[in-house]
């Protein structure tokens, strides 16, 4: 299995950016997704999780309304549209999958997640 995130970058305050990964060696359809960071110093967290089905996603706190996590199953690709971004929006983003059985629910722990990307690093200047 292959994990692979794209579209990082340096952008100014108040921007957008769109990160992008592509997952193979896999059954996407199986598969739910989330995007993580993870700051200097600090704990990787959860960002964005979308279901395999794409009927549920989950949002940290801080993300909502300007972070919109959405996948294309007939590309096994996920993206993160992220708007009115914030220096604290600045870190390293990682693509991450899990295979998921229950439909009721999306998980967004990293402990959940059992394939992982190298990650992107987004930097947000003021």
């Known amino acids: 299995v292959q994990v692979v995130e794209s579209g990082g970058g340096l952008v100014q305050a108040g921007g957008s950016l769109r990160l992008s990964c592509t997952a193979s060696?896999?059954?996407?359809?199986?598969?739910?997704m989330g995007w993580f960071r993870q700051a200097p110093g600090k704990e990787r967290e959860g960002v964005a999780c979308?279901?395999?089905?794409?009927?549920?996603?989950y949002y940290t706190g801080s993300v909502k309304g300007r972070f919109t996590i959405s996948s294309d199953s007939a590309k096994n690709t996920l993206y993160l549209q992220r708007n009115s971004l914030k220096p604290e929006d600045t870190a390293m983003y990682y693509c991450?999958?899990?295979?998921?059985?229950?439909?009721?629910?999306?998980?967004?722990?990293?402990?959940?997640?059992?394939?992982w990307g190298q990650g992107t690093q987004v930097t947000v200047s003021s």
């Open positions: 991450a999958a899990y295979r998921q059985l229950s439909l009721l629910s999306v998980q967004c722990g990293v402990g959940d997640y059992k394939y």
């Open positions: 060696g896999l059954t996407f359809a199986d598969y739910a």
């Open positions: 979308i279901s395999r089905s794409g009927g549920l996603t």
